[in-house]
């Protein structure tokens, strides 16, 4: 439950965040941010959206060693996550209302903040949230299923978010509103207050004492750092992560752009698509819970970042092949269906037990710091996919004029093999239970 809170309000800023502020035409809303050029190649929005991301990155180390040396008699982690609700629903209302309703200079100035305190606050939920799945879980096999579970609650958060636009037709004739831009705030506004709810589910549900026994590090900061980054196999981890992540934010903040430019299908049709991809790769679970003892998990996440690949690159030619878009669609995200469900469940797996060995082999309990290195390659990615992303819709994302959506394809294929080949150099040592 606290994975798909969490998910939820993620989803909800990956999916809406560009197209609320520069849409497509045709979608009943207009620019709020200039498309101004600097240095040749970054827009506006893409300055804002890396530069908010790279402020929270900062922050992670700090959080994540906070976390490990907690004392607090609730436990090391639950305390965190439970001052940081509030702040992560308010900031994420808050990105999606604008100062102005046209193209504005004091919109971009505006939305530095609230992006930036929403990461932050997030941040402070999702490292301690994600520091616990190595302590409750104790062996190969828990790990694996405890991260299935939380998967499955990661893409139920993925198609909630999905339905923002849906959500918002609803909002448009409940509330007799013609605008659409509020139409969309009013759908934020349930989907992150539902977010914080679900959020809250661990926080008030999970007795930390009684399932992690863990004890405080007492490692500094820096030097924590400094041993995470010399361990060979987490490594070749958070650097192929870093690739794939930023091919997941292309797709993620393309997705009504190619449903609805590329394909040519109304924006409504996204959530049965999202929803279609998402069921299906639910019913891979228990195939890749399987082959993980069979195979383990390196052989898996290869297969799955080369399939991935192959997926993008077919959003180049969506649109341009002699068949019908929306048979091109559900053929691609059927395949993309194993790789969502691999690269959903293994990473927090392997993590999980990368930080064991570390702990069985050091006697220190930082897994915050681990994951908090992690968080920050996740962001690195996420934060490049996301400019990469608003750079290229300058050469084009309206019908007609699409060269910079087809070329966000390219990059996204490029993006997953890069992160197969680096993922080949990671080392499988724990036998699966």
Not at 136 to 156: D, P, Y
Not at 353 to 368: F, H, L, M, P
Not at 394 to 423: E, M, N, Q, W
Request: charged share 10%; glycine share 8%.
């Amino acid at each position: 439950m606290g994975m798909m809170g969490w998910s939820i309000m993620i989803n909800v800023i990956g999916v809406m965040l560009i197209y609320f502020y520069l849409p497509p035409n045709g979608q009943g809303l207009h620019n709020l941010i200039s498309q101004r050029i600097f240095l040749g190649i970054f827009n506006v929005l893409a300055i804002i959206l890396a530069s908010g991301r790279l402020l929270d990155a900062v922050y992670d180390p700090f959080i994540a060693k906070m976390s490990d040396k907690s004392k607090s008699k609730w436990g090391r982690r639950i305390p965190f996550m439970f001052v940081s609700i509030v702040p992560s629903v308010i900031f994420c209302i808050l990105i999606f209302f604008p100062p102005s309703k046209e193209v504005s200079s004091l919109n971009a100035l505006w939305l530095i903040l609230p992006l930036t305190l929403f990461f932050t606050s997030t941040t402070t939920y999702a490292i301690p949230y994600t520091a616990m799945l190595p302590e409750i879980a104790k062996t190969s096999a828990e790990k694996v299923r405890l991260s299935s579970f939380q998967q499955v609650g990661f893409v139920l958060g993925m198609i909630v978010a999905s339905m923002c636009n849906n959500i918002a037709d609803s909002m448009c004739s409940i509330f007799h509103v013609q605008e659409r831009m509020v139409c969309i705030q009013y759908s934020v506004i349930f989907l992150a207050v539902v977010g914080g709810i679900f959020m809250l589910m661990p926080v008030l549900f999970i007795d930390e004492k009684k399932y992690s026994k863990s004890i405080p590090s007492s490692t500094p900061l820096f030097e924590a750092l400094r041993e995470s980054f010399s361990n060979r196999n987490f490594f070749f981890f958070i650097v192929a992560c870093l690739s794939y992540f930023m091919a997941l934010n292309i797709i993620l903040n393309g997705l009504l752009y190619f449903v609805t430019v590329l394909a040519g299908i109304p924006e409504e049709s996204g959530p049965k698509l999202v929803g279609f991809m998402v069921v299906l790769s639910v019913l891979f679970y228990p195939l890749i819970n399987y082959l993980v003892k069979r195979l383990g998990e390196k052989k898996i996440m290869v297969f799955s970042f080369f399939l991935l690949s192959a997926m993008f690159f077919g959003i180049s030619a969506l649109g341009k092949l002699p068949i019908d878009s929306r048979l091109q669609l559900y053929i691609m995200l059927g395949l993309t269906a194993f790789p969502l469900a691999s690269l959903g469940i293994l990473p927090n797996a392997i993590l999980a037990d990368i930080i064991a060995q570390d702990v069985a082999t050091t006697g220190d309990n930082k897994e915050g710091v681990y994951v908090a290195v992690n968080f920050f390659s996740i962001k690195l990615g996420q934060t490049f996919g996301i400019a990469l992303f608003a750079i290229l819709t300058v050469y084009g994302k309206d019908p007609g004029h699409d060269t910079g959506l087809r070329l966000t394809g390219i990059s996204g294929g490029i993006l997953c093999a890069a992160a197969a080949i680096i993922f080949l150099g990671f080392k499988q040592k724990v036998k699966q239970a």
